[in-house]
């Protein structure tokens, strides 16, 4: 059976692995407050070219959306994502346990446009009754989007201007941050991410590890400090690891000599390949993106015929008798399994 | 200054205003253990032809939304609403703020439609993905809604077919019920809405109470049942009064001689004329409606030739140089005072 | 049946009732935004010699709590409490439900001691492991407390010095604030309350209104400052009224003329009564208290015979055949029943 | 520097690296419906002899705590546990973060008694106020308690027994389960858990997993049952893994061949060496406990000279000049590690 469902369906690099063995009977002390997270803090810092930047350690996406949006969004505000927003649809409704309503904007493959971010606060702060509406309190995006879509640095800069003129950080949900980093057209490197967003995550369990994010506050400004006693709200949201130090691995690892954005290559060159193919074979790409995410509109005869042979996934029915699927890559997604995949097409 | 901006301006009907004298100095118990609250309630049920019933009064609408909601919805779950629902827009995130998130369908002049609603649930459970989703949990609409329109009784119906189909009880705010009892051309009494919903509150702030919202738990069906201790859930909302028996002696009074509906019909009456004035002088209604809330398109010319005189509603921007603006009336709107708008317009 | 089980079994004073007979058809906007509040604002911060004060009106006590706890409380934190605190007890959970722990101080007869609070302090910030514990983030008292004792002037500000000391705002319930003030022997005025406490509250429920209490925040230092978008945080927590000039208008007539006082010295005059006839007939006082709530240690014979013509409170058992019982005489208690109650004890 | 600070300072059990590089390249499903999980559930139910058991995998103690217990414990309650619970204590509020009260009895030596819990309900119910009070809605307990002392069979029986008798579930927290298991003088068994407790779990962090709980609902008994939607539960409290077969893997691993009581006995051996050295030396062993945590009372200067070899655990100041200090063994501490701090002692 072929895998394309998802980018999170193998361990982890090898590299990892072989870290893991080699320190596995080492005594570490709990809770991040060990040398290997240091260590890695310091490659997250260099690699950001943002010396002041405060760096954490989280279990995983949901629990990370969680913890840091629910500590930078003020208790009487929301946070703004796009109506397609992994924490508007697909987070179990884990932002609302924390308090907080998400205020959705119309998604364009994935991205909210930054006009309409400013007409959507305008518009909040010009009815009489705002106060008793929920106000727009930060502003999460994700890079690459949940459709594998990408903003691109002018975008994202107009993004942050104007949240911050509404009093708003901008948090990047960087889960696929790797894919968008490595992609065909990609403008925003890590630095930039780092100067412009106030908050973001570096996606580990969908790029070479086992699990875990690394969440860099930027501090280069008045919306990018880190909230007061992270580690505790952090806990508190179960997002804290007591075994630390194998956060830290796994992170020092994937910046050790670029290795994060070497294996998060390959999942766009598989992809853009599977792409290629489609469009040669005549399928209809759902979207146009550039990263691990493959977006086809195919009729259910051919879902059922490739279904014998391929784990896909499901994204909504287009219309009685299409479906919009994905054929996701990953890291560790090989030329093989994509000639495998290309064959049955 | 006319008064028309909304239907909460102005204190009770006197019949109220006399009890609160005579019963001052009366000795009660507290947080609604009264025998006013009881005899309240047993003419309530008697109103509804619902002799099982489970009737409580809590303070204010957004306390009875945010306890009642929490308490019928599971905790995966959400509550769906109209976008245009008090829930999803005017309530501070109050549904959030209590952990779920408010699914909003689209709204047809304020109401949700039950082939929708069930389109959406179908839509949920078709997802492979549901379990990483916030379940449908429990249906909210409000009679009369937002924009003054109504259900009628067949939709109403279809609704808690629906509804019940997906495992979620029917919640319907009355804030503004009196009108809608009233209305011309409503079908749905208070029998009806007692037999068809699972839990509803009749408005007593909007219609002729100084506060106080009735919440009645129909008992006809296994999603209509009071949920465990909902005393201590009232209270931990804020919803409780300490000094019970006031809200027990306005609903005493307001559900003797039919005075509810009474008071309620001349808030209809009044919007009634506004409406046909509104008509004969060209004017745009924005939305049909039947109920004591009168939508108008204005360009601003108007709306500050008429705000020199009148209080009205903003609702929002129509275009560029128009706004749908609110004429609201009420119990206590006089023909006086209707006349004065009218000879305004 | 004499009624003596709290403070909360009658209406309002005679002047409020007035008040809102003569407003009852006056039109005021909503939610606080009239001119009635703002007059009781100004004279309460006159009252309190607090220029600079900010007034809100709630509308109950628990509300209040709760509204002002999670609004002062950093979420990594919890509110100090006496053990015996009425947010600790007897509030449903109200301020666990919104995300805080209450730290629970041994109380002295319902107070907790500064040097109790400092040790305490000490200690969580001393260990270890203070990070993966919740911090002690804001302090709760009440003045009079639930036993009806007081805080002295020097208690008080010892409390806030270290409660300043430890970054934490002070907050006094001061749901009986009118029974304290004027206790025979109280020190605390109510321009000492708002020199050193950072935001209390003028409790009108149980003092005089039907329902209210006023919430001040000083503003005269780092901690007392209101938080922002208060009103919206107010909605959200259920503690709003849609017609809020009811609060203003009770507030208003409570402090003018020092009606606040005048009315709230009955119900200690009338506790003092029935202290001495206690004492006189050899009944064992639980606690020494000076303000409205008598605390007596009875046997149940003793209140198996009062019971049949008095209502009492029952505070908790004292050993096999004793309980702990309270007669709790209120602003509108009036001598023919104290008279009453004495005659039978 | 030798390790003893506590029982999580190293990696996972060779078998179990083992498993981890064979598996690496393997493609599983997500969110753990993998055959992995199904293998490690099977055997977990065989060995708690409960083929109606339903297992769970989460990453870590805090998440479980948290998710199980907002998910049994009723809207209007709070859960009961030892005012050492680690869930009063060191869980960084996050029970009160999800909306419940930690309604704590006093603990002696880290155990709650079944009379005590008893008599706490007994006089919460005979309260005439209770419903404006948090009800005791579940019981949590640990074996080992964060003392390291074992609740005998007799004494777990009779706590589920009063808990069932006031509608509440037992929750056993196993975190350290596997030094309970083995100590000597435990004769509670896993098949013995399964049948008293309604929910229990059984902690792979600190027992030879890098990190992971299993959660055994027992469906023996109408409190026993897994709560509905108990994944999107898990998701909305952040204990879901992405990858769900790392915990599947780990736990059928440490199920195989006793694998897990295998390796917990060595540090209650250890524990033990360490506790009869210090009873030899003439310290003074603060609890008596049978279990992998070794209590002692040590005064500064010796705290001071074992601190330049040895990392313990601060426990609490005892007097001026003592402090309770706790030596800490695991599955992965040595003999030659136990004698270099038995000889440093």
Chains 1, 2, 3, 4 share one sequence.
């Not at 280069?220 to 830290?248: E, I, N, R, Y």
Request: hydrophobic share 40%.
């Amino acid at each position: 059976m072929l895998s394309f469902e998802n980018d999170y369906s193998c361990g982890a690099t090898p590299e990892i692995l072989a870290r893991l063995a080699q320190t596995n009977e080492t005594r570490f002390p709990g809770y991040g407050s060990d040398s290997m997270c240091e260590q890695a803090k310091a490659k997250i810092r260099e690699a950001c070219a943002a010396p002041d930047a405060d760096v954490w350690f989280l279990v995983g996406g949901t629990q990370t959306n969680q913890t840091v949006i629910d500590s930078i969004t003020p208790q009487y505000a929301g946070v703004v994502a796009a109506l397609s927003g992994h924490v508007n649809v697909h987070e179990a409704g884990a932002i609302e346990a924390s308090g907080h309503k998400v205020l959705a904007l119309p998604h364009h493959n994935g991205k909210i446009n930054a006009d309409e971010l400013d007409a959507y606060c305008a518009t909040f702060y010009a009815d009489d009754n705002y106060e008793h509406m929920v106000f727009p309190g930060s502003v999460y995006v994700s890079q690459a989007t949940e459709y594998g879509t990408l903003y691109t640095k002018a975008e994202l800069e107009r993004l942050a201007e104007v949240a911050h003129r509404y009093d708003m950080p901008l948090f990047v949900d960087g889960a696929r941050l790797g894919y968008a980093l490595t992609a065909e057209g990609n403008d925003i490197t890590l630095e930039d991410l780092a100067r412009i967003a106030d908050v973001f995550y570096i996606g580990g369990t969908k790029v070479g590890a086992l699990f875990g994010e690394a969440v860099v506050f930027t501090h280069h400004g008045k919306f990018s400090d880190t909230p007061k006693h992270f580690l505790t709200l952090v806990k508190q949201h179960g997002a804290l690891l007591a075994k630390g130090w194998l956060l830290g691995l796994q992170f020092d690892t994937l910046f050790t000599d670029n290795l994060y954005c070497r294996i998060a290559g390959n999942a766009n060159r598989q992809a853009d390949r599977i792409r290629a193919a489609l469009r040669d074979k005549g399928y209809q790409l759902t979207f146009d993106a550039p990263t691990n995410q493959v977006f086809v509109t195919l009729d259910q005869p051919t879902i059922d015929r490739l279904s014998r042979n391929v784990r896909m996934g499901f994204m909504e029915k287009a219309d009685d008798t299409h479906t919009v699927m994905r054929f996701c890559t990953s890291w560790y997604t090989t030329d093989e399994q994509t000639d495998a995949l290309i064959a049955l097409l």
